[in-house]
């Protein structure tokens, strides 16, 4: 099982930038797709962003495409979103999860294609 932190939420202006970063330990990172869910009170967690094991196949849910961008460093078993343009309905706490797919680039489109998260980081965008 893997142990995963997020990092670099807080409170931005609309229009402003944000990167999380999602610290993996326990097992080595390159065995995983991740992914960055998000939630707001009341609504079900939706799946954001994915990105495959080697990195090269993404997937982005369409209000964030254009926008957001995810990315990932093996090496340093950390996973970014790098969070541009944002709006005040991007406001959620946002978590990183993570899946060992069979194939290696599979990636996770929804929430139940996830078996370990991290606790999750407030984002708040001010009007």
């Known amino acids: 099982q893997v142990q995963l932190v997020e990092s670099g939420g807080g409170l931005v202006q609309a229009g402003g930038s944000l990167l999380l970063s999602c610290a993996a330990s326990?097992?080595?990172?390159?065995?995983?797709?991740m992914g960055w869910l998000r939630q707001v009170p009341g609504k079900a967690r939706e799946s954001i962003a994915a990105?495959?094991?080697?990195?090269?196949?993404?997937y982005y849910e369409d209000s964030v495409k254009g926008r957001f961008t995810i990315s990932r460093d093996n090496a340093k078993n950390t996973v970014y979103l790098q969070m541009n343009s944002l709006k005040p309905d991007d406001t959620a706490v946002y978590y990183c999860?993570?899946?060992?797919?069979?194939?290696?680039?599979?990636?996770?489109?929804?929430?139940?294609?996830?078996?370990?998260w991290g606790q999750g980081t407030q984002v708040t965008v001010s009007p």
């Open positions: 999860a993570a899946r060992e797919f069979v194939y290696a680039e599979s990636v996770g489109t929804r929430a139940s294609d996830y078996n370990d």
């Open positions: 326990g097992r080595a990172l390159s065995t995983y797709a």
């Open positions: 990105i495959s094991r080697s990195g090269a196949n993404t």
